[in-house]
T-cell receptor, first 113, second 114 residues
Framework: DSGVTQTPKHLITATGQRVTLRCSPRSGDLSVYWYQQSLDQGLQFLIQ???????AKGNILERFSAQQFPDLHSELNLSSLELGDSALYFC????????????FGEGSWLTVV | AQTVTQSQPEMSVQEAETVTLSCTYDTSESDYYLFWYKQPPSRQMILVIR??????QNATENRFSVNFQKAAKSFSLKISDSQLGDAAMYFC???????????FGTGTRLQVFP
């Protein structure tokens, strides 16, 4: 158990819908990352927050957004869902931003039908 | 931009034997971190081992060790005394010292035969 908690574990939704994925980082970790793992794109970095502020953006679509709350949990919002958004979405966390190890949650498996 | 290459899509090993997974990376930076993550069928990403680029000594964690060749930009993972539970996808990852994101390779699927 990495200490990073993600909900829900599985989610099936229809095209055009909106979903929210939730993540609680490890106790004491200030930095939260979101990654997408799909068959065709592999593991891709989406976005990072550090202590409530957006720190880095990767290949995140405009239909996707995220935030980190004062209690450090984070949410990834996916809207106008398309079939191609079906993927495993990982949340990860680390203590800070200076090269420390990043620990991953178990992922949220999203299926868009 | 940094890239990570895993040229072996699949590898297999017999139980109790040793196997080496390859990883090369491309970077112009001198300070960075390298990782191997394991992804079993449960899909969770589990950290196997970590190497700081400034350290010349190769990292070791029990049966797992790395061969880090900085000049060659090579970072291979050696699994000794392979066990059935080692069967998984293994991802090599790079993290720069001045950015926080991990850049992953495409993974190597390891099969372990009894």
């Amino acid at each position: 158990d990495s200490g990073v908690t993600q909900t829900p574990k599985h989610l099936i939704t229809a095209t055009g819908q909106r979903v929210t994925l939730r993540c609680s980082p490890r106790s004491g970790d200030l930095s939260v990352y979101w990654y997408q793992q799909s068959l065709d794109q592999g593991l891709q970095f989406l976005i990072q927050y550090y202590n409530g502020e957006e720190r880095a953006k990767g290949n995140i679509l405009e239909r996707f957004s995220a935030q980190q709350f004062p209690d450090l949990h984070s949410e990834l919002n996916l809207s106008s869902l398309e079939l191609g958004d079906s993927a495993l979405y990982f949340c990860a966390s680390s203590v800070d931003i200076s090269g420390n190890t990043i620990y991953f949650g178990e992922g949220s498996w999203l299926t868009v039908v | 931009a940094q890239t990570v290459t895993q040229s072996q899509p699949e590898m297999s090993v017999q139980e109790a034997e040793t196997v080496t997974l390859s990883c090369t990376y491309d970077t112009s930076e001198s300070d960075y971190y390298l990782f191997w993550y394991k992804q079993p069928p449960s899909r969770q990403m589990i950290l196997v081992i970590r190497q700081e680029a400034y350290k010349q000594q190769n990292a070791t964690e029990n049966r797992f060790s790395v061969n880090f060749q900085k000049a060659a930009k090579s970072f291979s993972l050696k699994i000794s005394d392979s066990q059935l539970g080692d069967a998984a996808m293994y991802f090599c990852a790079y993290r720069s010292d001045n950015t926080d994101k991990l850049i992953f390779g495409t993974g190597t699927r390891l099969q372990v035969f009894p």
